[in-house]
């Protein structure tokens, strides 16, 4: 019959212990509540101080559980908060003053389990300091007086207290933070007031007598359990360990007992009577474990810590070289730095690389080679030994791109006599990239590019175009493989010199209706824009570029308007700008019209010797001659047969001058001064002519007085319309 029931028992308990552990996700424990002050407990006037509550609690699946908080200032609720995750509660309390100094506690309850910190003292210290007013600084004796104390900025339980030559006049308690009080002074003199206010906190207060004593006897309610670890001497990594947690008390059917083994922040079981966990010991994992007893509010615990002895230390990864470029071999060594020799040997200890990596092979236990490709890689070595498996950290592979052969060349235009920017560049390669710059055989200087935005680029100045040909560039990012250039080969630029403007024909030679060409030539490299100015003029007269260094302008017929200074500007693609000396040009006459000017001054000069000659001729007559003479008829002469034989038959004439004044016409300018000249011919009839009629003096005269305009006809000489009637 007892073995029945024994049996039977054991079936429930089994039954119980079962249903317990399917619902154990629902079971947790609150190992602690902590209390703390952010920056300090004690601080000044003015901090901003933060209460932190936290609320250690383990769970058997480590879930955050929804958890209420309260905070209370002595028996003061101040403040609460429901939260489901496992942040700590944070109060604040800005800009401390003397009247947050009190006593805080915090409790938390989940899901109707309690649990209260420790209370623990915030001290603020430092007051400001009072300000007193008073309404009158000049009183008569037993005037009344009202004085203003107050504390700035300053809460809580105030007393002020006022004094009068350093004695205390007043004491009164106030509602805030300043109090008014109403005096008489009755001592005459000089009297200084002053006042002070004090806070209400816990070390001011005043305590009263100690009551009677009454004794109580404590009873113990139950033991703490009993925890025990198996194996309790030294233990390895790998070894299983069992852990058990009992509790040894009787206590009434009335009370249960709960029971919790914990292993760090992990609830490893529950139970009421014993708990039995076995594990695998490993180094990482935490070495204290609890078994807590829970009856009612009363919770007793037992810890015990045991310390767990490394199988092997974890593997370190490394490679050489530390840097490999692409195509070159690479070595991995994974290695335990130490291992427990007394468990395993070394042959036990294997180490693998994870992921597998088809270009390494193992050569030995923990060595890995081969030759690397241009793909980046990561890996990370495993090493296990009696079912214990450790990882290192992950290493990365990056091989490196061996530099490409550089092209030199020259970052914007070379310019002889100026400073050139030599660059050198390689098309690929892993940074960082050594440049160096070369000149014939001699290094002159390197530098080191590390990012794709960077330049390698060198100064120098040349004197000589060909010397830009003996530079060339080294690029190098492996110390066993440099990489070398071509010679620099770029055009150079000279800038302009010796600008002259010549003229042909000569300057002095220069004439209407020529051909003008004025030529620019200058030193340097093409193309030059030649420009060539008519001073006066704004604009060129002539632009032109040119492939040659020179430039004609060219003039096809020259003019007066073309004479005057001329100068030419010459500017290439080193942008200098030079300007030549300037050039006179004056244009002459054309021959033909010096030769026509020369003839009208010949004739001109011949026309006036013409008109002095014959005015010097008239003007000698004048002076032989009467002032008036007629052409007259003279009888005959007797002469002998002789002389008559030998008289021509023409009739003798004589001419005579005769002078007749005349008037000046006023609307006409003279061509002549001076007196009218009348020739009068006179004829001597041939003797004995009959019927020969006698005339008078016939006169032919010249006025001198107007000389007819051009287009007139002049008067016919030989015409005797005019003459007078002859006179008997």
């Keep these: 019959m007892g073995l029945l029931l024994l049996f039977t028992s054991a079936l429930l308990s089994s039954y119980f212990h079962r249903g317990d552990m399917a619902d154990m996700s629902q079971f947790f424990t609150i190992r602690d509540v902590i209390l703390s002050f952010e920056p300090s407990a004690n601080v000044t006037r003015g901090t901003n101080?933060?209460?932190?509550?936290?609320?250690?609690?383990?769970?058997?699946?480590?879930?955050?559980?929804?958890?209420?908080?309260?905070?209370y200032e002595g028996n003061t609720q101040v403040y609460n908060m429901t939260s489901s995750t496992s942040e700590d509660l944070l109060y604040l309390l800005p800009n401390t003053r003397v009247s947050n100094t009190g006593k805080y506690m915090c409790k938390i309850n989940i899901k109707g389990k309690e649990s209260r910190s420790e209370s623990k003292k915030l001290t603020v210290t430092g007051l400001s300091k009072p300000e007193l007013h008073i309404n009158k600084?000049?009183?008569?004796?037993?005037?009344?007086?009202?004085?203003?104390?107050?504390?700035?900025?300053?809460?809580?339980?105030?007393?002020?207290?006022?004094?009068?030559?350093?004695?205390?006049?007043?004491?009164?308690?106030?509602?805030?933070?300043?109090?008014?009080?109403?005096?008489?002074?009755?001592?005459?003199?000089?009297?200084?007031?002053?006042?002070?206010?004090?806070?209400?906190?816990?070390?001011?207060t005043i305590w009263s007598n100690k009551s009677n004593t009454v004794n109580i006897s404590v009873k113990e309610l139950f033991s703490p359990p009993v925890l025990d670890i198996d194996p309790q001497l030294k233990i390895y990594e790998g070894d299983t360990i069992r852990i058990t947690c009992t509790n040894r008390n009787s206590l009434?059917?009335?009370?249960?007992?709960?029971?919790?083994?914990?292993?760090?922040?992990?609830?490893?079981?529950?139970?009421?009577?014993?708990?039995?966990?076995?594990?695998?010991?490993?180094?990482?994992?935490?070495?204290?474990?609890?078994?807590?007893?829970?009856?009612?509010?009363?919770?007793?615990?037992?810890?015990?810590?045991?310390?767990?002895?490394?199988?092997f230390s974890a593997p370190i990864l490394t490679m050489s070289p530390a840097e490999v470029f692409e195509k070159e071999y690479l070595t991995l060594t994974c290695k335990s730095a130490s291992y427990a020799s007394e468990r395993i040997h070394g042959g036990e200890l294997t180490y693998t690389l994870e992921p597998s990596n088809r270009l390494l092979s193992s050569r030995k236990p923990g060595v890995f080679s081969g030759m690397v490709g241009s793909d980046s890689f990561s890996c990370t070595c495993?090493?296990?030994?009696?079912?214990?498996?450790?990882?290192?950290?992950?290493?990365?592979?990056?091989?490196?791109?061996?530099?490409?052969?550089?092209?030199?060349?020259?970052?914007?235009?070379?310019?002889?006599?100026r400073p050139i920017n030599i660059r050198c560049q390689s098309a690929s390669g892993s940074f960082p990239i050594s440049y160096t710059l070369i000149k014939e055989k001699d290094l002159l200087r390197t530098t080191t590019v590390k990012l794709p935005?960077?330049?390698?680029?060198?100064?120098?100045?040349?004197?000589?175009?060909?010397?830009?040909?003996?530079?060339?560039?080294?690029?190098k990012n492996n110390p066993n493989n440099a990489k070398a250039s071509e010679r620099l080969n770029a055009a150079v630029i000279e800038p302009l010199s010796d600008l002259t403007l010549t003229v042909k024909p000569k300057a002095s030679d220069i004439l209407e209706e020529e051909v003008l060409m004025l030529t620019c030539i200058a030193k340097g490299t093409p193309p030059v824009t030649f420009n060539v100015y008519h001073i006066g003029k704004e604009e060129p007269v002539h632009t032109y570029i040119s492939e040659q260094n020179y430039t004609n302008y060219v003039v096809p017929k020259l003019s007066k308007?073309?004479?005057?200074?001329?100068?030419?500007?010459?500017?290439?693609?080193?942008?200098?700008?030079?300007?030549?000396?300037?050039?006179?040009?004056?244009?002459?006459?054309?021959?033909?019209?010096?030769?026509?000017?020369?003839?009208?001054?010949?004739?001109?000069?011949?026309?006036?010797?013409?008109?002095?000659?014959?005015?010097?001729?008239?003007?000698?007559?004048?002076?032989?001659?009467?002032?008036?003479?007629?052409?007259?008829?003279?009888?005959?002469?007797?002469?002998?047969?002789?002389?008559?034989?030998?008289?021509?038959?023409?009739?003798?004439?004589?001419?005579?001058?005769?002078?007749?004044?005349?008037?000046?016409?006023?609307?006409?300018?003279?061509?002549?001064?001076?007196?009218?000249?009348?020739y009068s011919e006179l004829k001597n009839p041939l003797h004995g002519a009959a019927g020969h009629h006698d005339y008078g003096s016939v006169e032919y005269a010249e006025l001198n007085g107007e000389q007819p305009e051009v287009g007139h006809h002049l008067p016919d000489i030989n015409s005797y319309q005019d003459l007078p009637e002859p006179v008997d």
């Design 49 to 71: 101080v933060t209460v932190r509550c936290k609320a250690v609690v383990s769970s058997y699946k480590q879930e955050p559980l929804t958890c209420q908080y309260t905070l």
């Design 137 to 204: 600084d000049v009183v008569n004796e037993e005037d009344e007086v009202t004085a203003r104390c107050t504390a700035p900025s300053e809460t809580g339980s105030f007393y002020f207290r006022f004094y009068r030559d350093s004695e205390v006049i007043l004491e009164e308690q106030g509602s805030s933070n300043h109090y008014e009080a109403k005096f008489r002074l009755r001592k005459t003199g000089n009297t200084t007031i002053q006042c002070e206010y004090g806070v209400a906190i816990l070390s001011l």
């Design 252 to 311: 009434d059917s009335s009370e249960k007992a709960n029971l919790y083994l914990s292993h760090g922040d992990k609830l490893l079981n529950r139970g009421e009577t014993e708990i039995n966990h076995s594990m695998v010991a490993l180094a990482k994992d935490p070495r204290e474990f609890e078994c807590r007893q829970e009856v009612r509010k009363v919770v007793k615990v037992t810890t015990k810590t045991i310390s767990v002895t490394e199988l």
């Design 382 to 417: 495993a090493a296990q030994a009696k079912g214990i498996v450790k990882h290192s950290e992950t290493l990365t592979v990056h091989p490196k791109v061996s530099v490409s052969t550089p092209e030199i060349s020259v970052k914007g235009q070379a310019v002889l006599g």
């Design 453 to 475: 935005t960077e330049e390698a680029v060198f100064t120098v100045i040349i004197t000589r175009p060909e010397e830009l040909k003996t530079y060339t560039c080294q690029a």
């Design 561 to 678: 308007k073309h004479s005057g200074k001329y100068y030419c500007e010459a500017v290439n693609n080193a942008k200098n700008i030079i300007r030549s000396e300037k050039v006179t040009i004056e244009v002459r006459l054309a021959l033909w019209k010096k030769a026509l000017i020369g003839g009208i001054c010949l004739l001109v000069v011949s026309v006036l010797v013409v008109i002095c000659v014959v005015y010097f001729k008239s003007k000698k007559v004048r002076a032989l001659r009467p002032a008036v003479s007629v052409w007259s008829e003279r009888p005959p002469e007797p002469v002998n047969d002789e002389e008559s034989s030998v008289v021509s038959s023409e009739p003798d004439v004589e001419y005579t001058e005769v002078v007749h004044p005349q008037p000046v016409d006023a609307t006409r300018v003279p061509l002549r001064k001076g007196t009218d000249t009348v």
